[in-house]
């Protein structure tokens, strides 16, 4: 069964620094992998996806992943963190179980960006 | 633009109530998904429709029914409310091509059973 893990239940990140919210998968065959973030009280919303081609991956807000294919690894990164970036994270892997798209969700990852 | 619209956003029921969550896509979707979302479990997907008239069961279906009538609605039932069904429900929607794999999703709705 396709699956993602998200090893850390937050994160913590002064302003200005680099951030990296990790993500592990576990598929058969080519994965299908995505970063999406929730910020309070609203719906998820779409950041990145991977398909295939370049391991890095660029999104919305500054955001980029890198897929690492030899540590089935997605993550999610920004160089320079800002504290309207603090939400909750969310990396997802397709699923096509009976021939339709769906997606795998992780238990998700909070990011918290000190002034 | 609405995108994916979701009636109501919060509801209190007592043990054994019925209602129905409603959630409308104005994108032309073929796809519509209904997850749940719990403290420290992620989003779960409950059940999903890949057009009007189809339903399918996600991982945690049990006690919920669905239906699509109309391509642009997708509702979401729970016959006889239970604790365990305390939870924000999400529904999403997505279409067939181009944008693979990208979920639109509603605002969430709140739900409470006594």
């Given amino acids: 069964a396709q699956s993602v893990a ?23 065959g080519n994965p299908y992998l995505f970063w999406y973030v929730q910020y309070p009280n609203r719906g998820l919303q779409f950041l990145l996806k991977y ?9 919305s807000y500054g955001f980029e992943a890198e897929f690492n294919k030899s540590q089935t690894s997605f993550h999610l990164k920004k160089p320079s963190a800002l504290v309207s970036d603090s939400a909750l994270y969310f990396c997802a892997v397709r699923d096509m ?3 339709y798209n769906k997606l795998i969700f992780g238990a998700g990852t909070r990011l918290a960006v000190h002034p | 633009n609405a995108g994916v619209t979701q009636t109501p956003k919060f509801r209190v029921l ?7 969550l409603l ?10 998904y209904w997850y749940r979302q719990d403290p420290g479990m992620g989003l779960r997907l ?30 979401l039932g729970l016959e006889s409310a239970a604790p365990s069904q305390t ?12 944008r693979v794999g990208e979920l639109f999703f509603g605002e969430g709705s709140r739900l409470t059973v006594l």
């Fill in chain 2, 14 to 20: 007592k043990t054994g109530q019925s209602m129905t």
């Fill in chain 1, 6 to 28: 998200q090893p850390e239940d937050q994160v913590n990140v002064a302003e200005g620094n680099p951030l990296t919210v990790k993500c592990t998968y576990s598929v058969s």
């Fill in chain 1, 97 to 99: 179980k009976g021939g």
């Fill in chain 2, 46 to 75: 409950i059940h999903y429709s890949v057009g009007e008239g189809t339903t399918a069961k996600g991982e945690v279906p049990d006690g919920y029914n669905v239906s699509r009538l109309k391509k642009q609605n997708f509702l």
């Fill in chain 1, 51 to 59: 398909i295939t081609g370049d391991n890095l991956v660029k999104g």
């Fill in chain 2, 87 to 98: 939870s924000v429900y999400f529904c999403a929607s997505s279409g067939t091509s181009g």
């Fill in chain 2, 23 to 32: 959630c409308a896509q104005d994108m032309n979707h073929e796809y519509m």
